[in-house]
């Protein structure tokens, strides 16, 4: 059901776009709490209120510069709807002031050749210049592309109570169209984006949302029954979900996290999913006493290292604008300190994963690499291979997603073990 595009949403949409653009919280956030303090918004005018903000935070440079001198939250939001939605004059009518109408064609008339390539590609300088050293001049604007487009929406299939087929069958028999994603042999992809909090099937535990490429992760970790694992940043849980299933809930798998809100966040998802083999635990640092109990006896552990989070610019985009190079270097060494830490808990011949949501050289293979160095007692593994024994075909030593080449978020991670 489409939204009716009234004064008083378009309203909605401005008042939303100011706080964002302080950027002083998250957007989800943002969005989240303005939608808790106006339930008078239904299912489709949140969804067009949501979906014009975050257009405008995608591409708010090019926006910027097609506005003129004059830089209002009212303005961006035109923009957006005129140039990223495409939409005609007759569909601004509800709310374009005639004075307005001059300026809206010389919006949509803009060209952006002569727009320096950051601010054409809708990226900050350091980060743009960034993505031009790793990636090559010539790639970069097809990955930002990809990277300013809204992302899919990603179901993974709770093996323990359903298969995939049998749950995209019933979601089709609620209208809810879905099709298998092309690496995880556990994800379904909707053509849409429906209200799924509600839904029987959702609230019996038979699926969490999670990104296709996040879903690799428990491939590459291959948690089997009866093992002892670590998921050490589980934040609220949704790779922890997936590693119990992986385990048939058996074994015992601990979730570590420094945030108790995160892990109480867990709580109503476990209940869901129908797990007991999960083990929350809250720890103060990488150091914890917690952490070295535990030393030498896991088989696998899981780092989904807390980074940058440039990889999610897709359903993130204020990202970008609100991280800088002085952070992603605070997060390298913290990056390090928590691979070091996790290491001491696998016992000889078990397998560490590290992975970020980055796609940034320095939070991901150079920290592997540093490990490397300093941990002869680790060896890298082909994740290729470990992907193919499970029917993924993906390339590379390590693993590497990207928006533009696989239509998931950018993901990274390399697979570790501890030699006998």
């Known amino acids: 059901m489409k939204a009716r595009f009234t004064p008083a949403l378009f309203a909605h949409a401005e008042a939303v776009l100011a706080q964002l653009l302080r950027f002083d919280h998250p957007a989800d956030a943002v969005v989240s709490r303005y939608f808790r303090e106006h339930r008078e918004l239904g299912h489709a005018d949140r969804g067009f209120v949501a979906e014009t903000v975050f257009a405008v935070l995608r591409r708010q440079r090019s926006l910027t510069a097609r506005c003129g001198e004059l830089v209002t939250p009212r303005r961006l939001l035109l923009a957006a709807l005129a140039v990223v939605r495409g939409w005609s004059l007759r569909e601004f009518a509800p709310v374009l002031k005639a004075a307005e109408e001059p300026w809206l ?13 950051a601010v054409r590609d809708d990226m900050p300088d350091w980060l743009h210049a960034l993505l031009v050293a790793q990636y090559g001049e010539e790639n970069v604007p097809r990955l930002v592309r990809a990277m300013n487009q809204a992302a899919p929406l990603d179901l993974r299939v709770n093996t323990l109570k359903t298969g995939r087929d049998d749950l995209r069958a019933a979601l089709a028999a609620d209208g809810i169209v879905a099709e298998p994603t092309p690496y995880s042999p556990i994800g379904l992809r909707l053509r849409d984006k429906p209200a799924l909090a509600k839904h029987p099937l959702f609230l019996g535990g038979h699926f969490e949302v999670q990104d296709e490429g996040s879903q690799l992760l428990g ?39 420094v945030s108790d809100k995160r892990l109480s966040n867990l709580k109503p998802r476990l209940a869901r999913s129908g797990l007991s083999n999960v083990h929350p635990v809250r720890i103060e640092h990488e150091r914890d006493a917690k952490v070295k109990r535990l030393a030498g006896k896991m088989d696998r552990v899981l780092v989904d290292a807390p980074c940058s989070g440039l990889g999610t610019l897709r359903r993130n985009p204020d990202l970008k604008w609100r991280q800088d190079e002085t952070a992603v270097a605070e997060l390298n060494a913290k990056q ?50 470990i992907l193919a024994k499970q029917g993924i075909t993906l390339d590379g030593e390590m693993l590497r997603l990207l928006p533009h080449l696989h239509d998931t978020d950018a993901f990274f991670a390399a697979v570790l073990e501890r030699q006998v």
């Open 219 to 257: 491939a590459l970790l291959e948690a089997r029954r009866g093992e002892m694992v670590v998921d050490f940043c589980a934040g609220a849980g949704g790779k922890t979900l997936l590693i119990g299933a992986q385990m048939r809930n058996t074994g015992r798998l601990y979730a570590f996290d």
């Open 336 to 385: 390090t300190a928590i691979l070091a830490a996790a290491a001491t808990l696998v016992r000889p011949g078990g397998r560490l994963v590290y992975a970020t949501c980055s796609l940034l050289t320095a939070e991901n293979e150079a920290v592997v690499q540093a490990f490397l160095a300093k941990h002869p007692d680790f060896c890298l593994r082909p994740a290729s291979e």
């Open 105 to 117: 064609a010389e919006v949509k008339a803009f060209r952006d050749e002569g727009l320096p390539p």
